[in-house]
């Protein structure tokens, strides 16, 4: 089982600012097989990027994904309001296809 | 419009059954891997099977073997997940996904709760 490890467990930041978000494997995700969703309260969560680096249908520039093999990358440049939500990765390479814990980001 | 709705979900007694749907229209279902995933009060987001487009193949989380099983009627554009054996850790809100480029769609969930 790949297990996944997001850092930091929470991001503090302003509108405006920019945001980095860690994930990490505990082996080699098969094909780049990482995803990225968003979620809010009391909603579903919404993907975000697929294939460690491409945006999902309809999410805006501002998200991108980068990485490969055990480390990836989320970078949000420029949050807006609607920005601020948790935020998983999650590979789907190889079953049982593991989600991290998760990555907070809250207003500062 | 590309749409997924849960239904099935209550309050169960542990060592409890219930069956989950997933009504999905917009899209061509019988071309899709479908997939459960759980996410228990408070926590992160958990995988919990998947199935193929034609149904021959289904992979599980090593902890509902042998309790769960997923399943799919194409020609009712629908998806199941059958809960046997409930535990209390089983409490959590239920999403059926679209599988494709990762779980790209995604319905709005339906909570099972399992207590005495």
Do not use: H
């Given at each position: 089982e790949i297990v996944l490890t997001q850092s930091p467990g929470t991001l503090s930041l302003s509108p405006g600012e920019r945001a980095t978000l860690s994930c990490r494997a505990s082996q080699s995700v098969s094909n780049n097989y990482l995803a990225w969703y968003q979620q809010k309260p009391g909603q579903a969560p919404r993907l975000l990027i697929f294939g460690a680096s491409i945006r999902?249908?309809?999410?805006?520039?501002?998200?991108?994904?980068?990485?490969?093999?055990?480390?990836?990358?989320?970078?949000?440049?420029?949050?807006?309001?609607?920005?601020?939500?948790?935020?998983?990765c999650q590979q789907y390479g190889s079953a049982p296809f593991t989600f991290g814990p998760g990555t907070k980001v809250d207003i500062k | 419009e590309e749409q997924l709705v849960e239904s099935g979900g209550g309050l169960v007694q542990p060592g409890g059954s219930l069956r989950l749907s997933c009504a999905v229209s917009g899209f061509t279902f019988s071309n899709y891997w479908m997939t459960w995933v759980r996410q228990a009060p408070g926590k992160g987001l958990e995988w919990v099977a998947s199935i193929k487009p034609d149904g021959s193949e289904q992979y599980y989380v090593e902890s509902v073997k042998g309790r769960f099983t997923i399943s799919r009627d194409n020609a009712k554009n629908s998806l199941y997940l059958q809960v046997n054996s409930l535990r209390a850790e089983d409490t959590a809100v239920y999403y059926c996904a679209r599988t494709w480029s990762a779980f790209d769609i995604w319905g709005q969930g339906t909570m099972v709760t399992v207590s005495s």
């Amino acid at each position: 089982e790949i297990v996944l490890t997001q850092s930091p467990g929470t991001l503090s930041l302003s509108p405006g600012e920019r945001a980095t978000l860690s994930c990490r494997a505990s082996q080699s995700v098969s094909n780049n097989y990482l995803a990225w969703y968003q979620q809010k309260p009391g909603q579903a969560p919404r993907l975000l990027i697929f294939g460690a680096s491409i945006r999902a249908t309809g999410i805006p520039d501002r998200f991108s994904g980068s990485g490969s093999g055990t480390d990836f990358t989320l970078t949000i440049s420029g949050l807006e309001p609607e920005d601020f939500a948790v935020y998983y990765c999650q590979q789907y390479g190889s079953a049982p296809f593991t989600f991290g814990p998760g990555t907070k980001v809250d207003i500062k | 419009e590309e749409q997924l709705v849960e239904s099935g979900g209550g309050l169960v007694q542990p060592g409890g059954s219930l069956r989950l749907s997933c009504a999905v229209s917009g899209f061509t279902f019988s071309n899709y891997w479908m997939t459960w995933v759980r996410q228990a009060p408070g926590k992160g987001l958990e995988w919990v099977a998947s199935i193929k487009p034609d149904g021959s193949e289904q992979y599980y989380v090593e902890s509902v073997k042998g309790r769960f099983t997923i399943s799919r009627d194409n020609a009712k554009n629908s998806l199941y997940l059958q809960v046997n054996s409930l535990r209390a850790e089983d409490t959590a809100v239920y999403y059926c996904a679209r599988t494709w480029s990762a779980f790209d769609i995604w319905g709005q969930g339906t909570m099972v709760t399992v207590s005495s």
